[in-house]
């Protein structure tokens, strides 16, 4: 895709999800929510929302709104004040995003949601209808994950993968991530030799970036979470942008501010995309190399057979990582057994299995159209992948 090609797909995007982050929403001095910048990007979105396109906005922000009623000196660390200053920080939040849009005459709707609602199918279809049903009768919804009732094991912690994967399950056409900084530089931007990236159109453009340093007093994840993001999406077909909140107009109109990141795959049906960017994994399957093989080269179901070791505690449906002997997750899928009842069969025919348990038994472990394939095998345990069911 050429680079104006790709601006051009911005600003023509129809259906947009805008994601903002809680350094662009508060104030410098005091970290707490500002006003005036939230004013600012309703300007914006309204405007878009005016012109005919559907926005979803993904908005960060609750613990920082939080700060000021709790009295609280500073964005809290640990999770239980995290907790309560969300709790009343969301509250605040869209009371705000609720009398800004409404004098532009749009209505909006809150969408908290958790891990579970974009990794467990039935949520999944669930919520992809409730955004259907909103956008349909004109709202903006207004997403943010569900910080009170979320655990470390079960978290997002950023919502720049949230917004990815909203950006997928609606459909989206392009996925807008608004910061603080405008653009993602090369090195961390106090650097005075780091340089604007303004596009990326794979892997290669970011090799020798350096995003280790995070980022403001109030934001989670710095731009390591942003580009993560901007991978889920652009491998399904989205193209996204990374700038500053007060570039929104201009991005959103197509202008080359920012980075672009071009989309790297083709627009699937989104069915199982979720599975493949799940963070959440009810349990391991470890599989022999022959299982792997099967799975991976020829997009065969998954037997029990080949399954060496079952890891979790887990229940039908639920999904699992499919770990090779290296270590590596070579697929995603949902199981077909509760997990007491595969540590039964593994090691086994299905015949086998159907003579000694009676014909119930007689079924593929994980079956290929529940299953996708990782196309860049992941570790076993990345950080947000632990969240395996036991701890649940
Ligand atoms: N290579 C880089 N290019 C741009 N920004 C970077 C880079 N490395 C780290 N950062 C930091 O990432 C921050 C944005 O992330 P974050 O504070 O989490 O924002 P948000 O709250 O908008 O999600 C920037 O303010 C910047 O300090
Ligand atoms: N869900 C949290 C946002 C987590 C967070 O800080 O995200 P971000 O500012 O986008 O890096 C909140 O609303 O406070």
Request: hydrophobic share 40%; glycine share 10%; charged share 20%.
């Amino acid at each position: 895709m050429t680079d104006g090609r790709a601006a051009q797909l911005f600003g023509t995007a129809r259906r947009i999800v805008v994601k903002v982050g809680s350094s662009s929403l508060t104030s410098e001095a005091d970290g707490q929510l500002d006003p005036d910048r939230v004013q600012a990007l309703v300007d914006t979105l309204a405007a878009a929302r005016s012109g005919g396109r559907e926005v979803v906005l993904v908005s960060s922000g609750a613990i920082a709104a939080g700060i000021g009623p709790l009295g609280l000196k500073q964005r809290p660390n640990d999770l239980p004040t995290q907790q309560a200053a969300a709790s009343v920080g969301q509250g605040l939040l869209v009371a705000h995003y609720t009398r800004r849009f409404h004098e532009y005459g749009w209505p909006v709707g809150q969408i908290l949601l958790t891990v579970d609602d974009v990794t467990r199918q039935k949520q999944y279809r669930n919520a992809y209808r409730t955004f259907q049903k909103l956008l349909q009768l004109g709202v903006v919804p207004i997403v943010n994950e569900n910080d009170t009732v979320a655990t470390h094991e079960i978290r997002f912690g950023d919502n720049d993968r949230l917004a990815a994967l909203v950006a997928q399950l609606v459909h989206a056409d392009a996925l807008f991530l608004f910061s603080d900084v405008d653009a993602l530089y090369t090195d961390h931007p106090s650097n005075p030799d780091a340089r604007r990236i303004s596009v990326v159109a794979g892997e290669s453009d970011l090799s020798g970036v350096d995003t280790s340093r995070t980022g403001s007093r109030v934001g989670t994840g710095g731009m390591t979470t942003k580009i993560e993001a901007a991978r889920i999406a652009t491998s399904a077909g989205i193209p996204v942008l990374v700038t500053a909140a007060r570039n929104a107009e201009a991005a959103l109109n197509g202008d080359d501010v920012g980075t672009r990141f071009t989309p790297t795959g083709k627009r699937r049906p989104t069915r199982l995309l979720w599975l493949q960017h799940a963070s959440y994994t009810a349990g391991y399957l470890h599989l022999d190399w022959g299982a792997v093989r099967a799975v991976v080269e020829r997009k065969a179901s998954l037997l029990p057979i080949g399954i060496t070791r079952v890891e979790g505690d887990f229940s039908t449906g639920e999904p699992v990582s499919l770990v090779a002997p290296d270590g590596s997750v070579a697929a995603r899928g949902l199981v077909n057994f509760d997990a007491d009842d595969l540590r039964r069969v593994i090691g086994h025919s299905i015949a086998e299995a159907g003579e000694e348990f009676g014909p119930d038994w007689e079924r593929v472990a994980v079956h290929r159209d529940v299953m996708v394939v990782l196309s860049r095998p992941r570790s076993a345990r990345p950080v947000k992948d632990s969240a395996v069911a036991g701890q649940r």
